[in-house]
């Protein structure tokens, strides 16, 4: 018989792991709700038509896209399958398909309910997506996003919020983070002072992978997409500016005399980066002019997230899209927002044993069943204890003592109760430490406050 298995790129997750997880996704919660972000979903599958288009020639690629349920190859005609055009066959027999992300669908939402909601709007949204990526470490096919937009207000007030928010959540978990943001409007000023303003998507997709192929390669990718040679060599000084954040934007400044959707892009950051000054964050703000993200929705901040000491891709991303919900037939909704990779940040806590010790058990007390009579003692008290808030259980067979040892300590659980004949008598239980192997007698009336 063959063995069950998993699709690649997905996993299962143990008790103990979605311990860690639901400990990600609590913080991150507790943050977005601290700055008043209120929580939404939105269904795992959506029409295709309303994510074809929205990520870029790569992305729609990465689609998973459902069949039409029952015959799903009605609408196919023999010359159609002879035919072989696999885009014409996938818009024939799939009309839906798994989110990408959680922004497109959230652009959707916002579009549908325009008239339920008052903006601006401050949504957060935990939820899977999924894309037909090739596995790798840090890169899943199924994973979890951890957004939070703000739609409806054009005020740079709300990126430098969700960069405190950013920072805060990095702190909360002991992670060192760089936080690097750059601005659409200043890409679209080097692509216009270059002499390439058209191509603009062409040179903010190559200058995106310059951390991982390199200047050279990003080069060869923009001398084959047709970029001229003069062109890329005017690109050169930009991308290797130096100096600190006000030198980079006063020499940008020069630059972009006449460039006006440049010169934007630097007062926008010079604005975000004064505001940033003034609060202190606990994590470094950097200037990151070869930051451009693929993805073709943003048009002003765009913001990345790398863990300093750890090797992994980016953990944090987001930016503002000011004409996104335009595509649903709202014009002029501005929006704002980030995503947090809870994947990777399980990645990372692990690799830098960040993870607190005190969450990875799920019972604080389990009570050893020694037979019926004790049974029938135990489950008044163990109801007592639960309305209490004390997460305890009661091993169900009457085994042997050491196997019902075996399953706290296997389970993490701190503390067993040891209710016999003699305990029963004298309305006491016998406390035993897990961890330190000491026992102790305590009243059944005081036993609750061990644990409140």
């Known amino acids: 018989?063959?063995?069950?298995?998993?699709?690649?790129?997905?996993?299962?997750?143990?008790?103990?792991?979605?311990?860690?997880?639901?400990?990600?996704?609590?913080?991150?919660?507790?943050?977005?709700?601290?700055?008043?972000?209120?929580?939404?979903?939105?269904?795992?599958?959506?029409?295709?038509?309303?994510?074809?288009?929205?990520?870029?020639?790569?992305?729609?690629?990465?689609?998973?896209?459902?069949?039409?349920?029952?015959?799903?190859?009605?609408?196919?005609?023999?010359?159609?399958?002879?035919?072989?055009?696999?885009?014409?066959?996938?818009?024939?027999?799939?009309?839906?398909?798994?989110?990408?992300?959680?922004?497109?669908?959230?652009?959707?939402?916002?579009?549908?309910?325009?008239?339920?909601?008052?903006?601006?709007?401050?949504?957060?949204?935990?939820?899977?997506?999924w894309r037909a990526d090739r596995p790798q470490k840090g890169r899943y096919r199924e994973f979890y996003q951890c957004d939070a937009d703000i739609v409806g207000s054009d005020s740079l007030l709300n990126e430098v919020e969700l960069l405190q928010i950013i920072d805060e959540v990095f702190t909360r978990f002991g992670i060192n983070v760089s936080i690097r943001i750059n601005n659409r409007k200043i890409l679209s000023g080097i692509a216009e002072i270059i002499g390439e303003a058209d191509n603009i998507t062409v040179i903010t997709t190559a200058i995106d992978k310059i951390d991982k192929i390199g200047v050279e390669k990003v080069n060869e990718e923009l001398s084959l997409a047709g970029i001229n040679d003069a062109a890329i060599q005017k690109l050169q000084p930009i991308l290797q500016l130096s100096g600190t954040t006000s030198e980079k934007l006063l020499e940008l400044?020069?630059?972009?005399?006449?460039?006006?959707?440049?010169?934007?892009?630097?007062?926008?950051?010079?604005?975000?980066?004064?505001?940033?000054?003034?609060?202190?964050?606990?994590?470094e703000l950097v200037l990151d002019l070869t930051l451009a993200r693929g993805l073709n929705y943003y048009t002003g901040a765009i913001i990345e997230v790398k863990a300093l000491d750890a090797q992994m891709g980016s953990i944090t991303g987001g930016g503002r899209y000011d004409n996104l919900t335009g595509i649903f037939g709202l014009k002029d909704v501005s929006g704002v927002g980030i995503s947090f990779g809870a994947d990777r940040i399980y990645d990372v806590l692990t690799d830098l044993s960040l993870f607190p010790n005190n969450f990875s058990h799920s019972t604080d007390l389990l009570f050893v069943n020694f037979g019926e009579k004790e049974s029938d003692f135990i489950l008044p008290l163990i109801t007592k204890m639960r309305k209490s808030g004390v997460r305890c259980e009661l091993y169900p067979e009457s085994a042997k003592m050491k196997k019902q040892l075996s399953y706290a300590d296997t389970n993490n659980i701190p503390y067993v109760a040891l209710i016999g004949e003699n305990e029963m008598k004298n309305s006491s239980v016998t406390l035993k430490n897990m961890i330190s192997g000491e026992q102790k007698t305590v009243l059944v009336d005081d036993l609750k406050r061990k644990f409140i």
């Open 253 to 283: 400044r020069g630059l972009f005399e006449a460039s006006e959707i440049g010169q934007n892009g630097v007062e926008e950051m010079e604005y975000i980066f004064n505001k940033c000054a003034a609060l202190q964050l606990k994590n």
């Open 1 to 129: 018989m063959q063995k069950p298995s998993i699709p690649k790129g997905t996993r299962d997750f143990s008790p103990e792991e979605m311990a860690k997880r639901n400990y990600i996704f609590d913080t991150i919660k507790e943050v977005y709700k601290l700055y008043g972000f209120s929580q939404i979903e939105t269904p795992a599958m959506e029409n295709l038509n309303t994510l074809m288009g929205k990520y870029g020639e790569e992305g729609d690629k990465l689609l998973f896209k459902i069949l039409n349920s029952g015959d799903f190859l009605r609408s196919m005609s023999n010359e159609d399958i002879d035919e072989g055009n696999s885009v014409k066959t996938a818009n024939k027999i799939s009309e839906k398909g798994l989110r990408y992300d959680l922004t497109v669908p959230f652009a959707r939402y916002v579009v549908m309910h325009r008239n339920e909601i008052t903006f601006p709007f401050k949504r957060y949204q935990i939820q899977q997506v």
